[in-house]
């Protein structure tokens, strides 16, 4: 093992506004002694997403928000480096809920058990958190079971750059849509072009972003894969068609804010829009499924995955920040450790 | 024929705020003569809906707006009095957008032809206009189609007196809900529970309305039929259970409104709540199979049907007012003529 202590992030109060580093404590644990049935297991990466803005926050939410003195919840995968459980080996490859520390361990009864990777797999760790992950699965369920896009539709994607959006925008393109982006700053709607495919591009950080919107959907919007929520939502509801579907998978823009998040209810009435509130864990049932088809179409070249690394646990906080302000392309993820070869 | 010529109400312009007299022109107009191909239908009755304050407005909407000068556009039953058409016989009862005037000029090319009724009905036209008619299937497949209640699920109802609401509340109670009516008043209260069956009622023009909502659905809200929106809407959002149907038929309160009708998406993504905008034209294909269920329940006794009827065409335009206020109990219906004997 690297380190004879286990640093873990301590949610000290929850954040107003942008995350600083002063609102976790930092803990240096002793690494603990196993008892029978328990395993230990070396974070390697770490998930950064959007949702750990709520998890922070005391807002209404759909799981228990991270209370105060908790080591902060996080996503991510590790590596089973000792273990007296007879579901985890040494060496395993473990997938979960690891949280914002160097080791997790594992008691039998924890409500969120790891899974275990298979051996060998074809694609980087990494991906295995993106394009194949749950962030992969998120866009494959959302826009497939709910936002049902059929050959030929519009379907618009708010932050298209980024780890759900990018993957959304791509499953759209492989359905035969015309995919519509929205991403903030030209590099990035380059990037969304040339590297995820979308067929147009607005940059919401333009002056004339309305006006792009606009003349990027002639036709209007049949799907709204939504994201971001605030005045981009605002923007495409009066541009959706008639019976157009509209998952809801996110509202970034509002996770900061201290008002809620609103909307004009009008459209949704006049042109008959169905909007599906959604997370991924409702489509457990369906993961392998999923995650079989993102996986193929990774190896054939159709799907691709990006990443954003941030070295080093401790940057995880103030990492987060990344997501709001926009500047990171695709999967957020920080790198606590290399995997050891056992 | 009782009048010798045909009373029109034009609009003049688009109401602001509630609707005047002025906002429409009165017009009397010759009875036409009647070419090859076409009839004349006296109107008998009209239904007033929220609906028809949208249609004066030029608000973003699911037909065209009425436009400035044209005859307003209105639902109702009428007589075929004169016919050179193959398609009516004098004496049939007729349905459909007979507009606000005594006569209707039937032209082969009409854009929403009749329909003619049955003879012999065993229930009055005005039920046909109410709990068997447009405004009982939209209660019905509005509920039923995309509100799914299951046995046991708790169905909160706005504008439950209402002509759609006090049906929706009737059909849930016929499907084992439990059913919640939100009106307006001590006496809409007591009259939805002893005539419709509901199991609570929640008087939102009482001071503690939002405590009787809260105490009236201790276990949240599994759907929502939405009829008006506003701040009604607003408290029972955060109400709504986990996985929540919210079929959206109207927003009357924002009807008369300037401004938009915005609420809070933020519980529609954490409790993963379904939206669906609909008006009852998404399922004419079925008009069959629900209007003779509800036809069924009628004759069963187990779906009553109430009408407010107001006396008199030249009442049309104000009376509309009555849906915004709170003053009429179930479907309301004006009165033009009573139907001649053939």
Redesign the interface.
């Known amino acids: 093992m690297k380190n004879d202590v286990n640093r873990q992030f301590r949610l000290k109060n929850r954040p107003v506004g942008r995350i600083k580093d002063s609102d976790f404590d930092y803990v240096e644990t002793p690494i603990p002694e196993l008892a029978d049935g328990e395993a230990l297991v070396r974070n390697l990466y770490l998930s950064l997403d959007p949702t750990n803005r709520i998890w922070m926050s005391d807002?209404?939410?759909?799981l228990p928000p991270v209370a105060i003195g908790e080591i902060m919840r996080g996503g991510g995968i590790g590596q089973v480096v000792a273990s007296k459980s007879p579901h985890h080996k040494v060496g395993d490859i473990v997938n979960g809920l690891v949280g914002w520390q160097d080791y997790l361990h594992v008691k039998p009864d924890a409500m969120f058990p790891l899974s275990t990777l298979p051996k060998d797999l074809p694609i980087p760790l990494t991906t295995m958190m993106a394009a194949c992950g749950m962030t992969g699965l998120t866009a494959y369920f959302g826009l497939l079971e709910l936002g049902k896009p059929k050959a030929g539709d519009t379907v618009v994607v708010s932050a298209a750059a980024g780890a759900v959006g990018s993957v959304v925008g791509q499953i759209a393109k492989i359905k035969g849509c015309r995919t519509v982006g929205i991403a903030g700053g030209a590099e990035k709607c380059r990037l969304i072009k040339e590297e995820f495919g979308f067929d147009e591009a607005v940059d919401y950080k333009a002056a004339d972003w309305r006006e792009q919107l606009e003349r990027a959907t002639p036709n209007g919007i049949d799907v709204n894969f939504e994201n971001v929520?605030g005045e981009i939502?605002e923007a495409i509801m009066?541009r959706m068609n008639l019976y157009g579907r509209m998952p809801?998978?996110?509202?970034i823009s509002?996770y900061n804010a201290t008002e809620?998040?609103?909307?004009?209810?009008?459209?949704?009435?006049?042109?008959?829009?169905?909007?599906?509130?959604?997370?991924v864990l409702?489509f457990a049932a369906k993961y392998g499924e999923g995650a079989a088809q993102l996986a193929q179409w990774v190896a054939e070249g159709k799907l691709k995955s990006k990443e954003t690394i941030v070295d080093g646990l401790e940057k995880a906080a103030t990492a987060v920040n990344m997501l709001f302000d926009g500047t990171n392309v695709g999967k957020l993820i920080v790198k606590i450790a290399d995997p050891a070869t056992v």
């Open positions: 807002m209404d939410q759909y929520g939502m009066p809801l998978c996110g509202m509002g809620p998040v609103k909307a004009d209810f009008n459209p949704i009435l006049m042109r008959r829009i169905g909007i599906q509130g959604f997370i409702d």
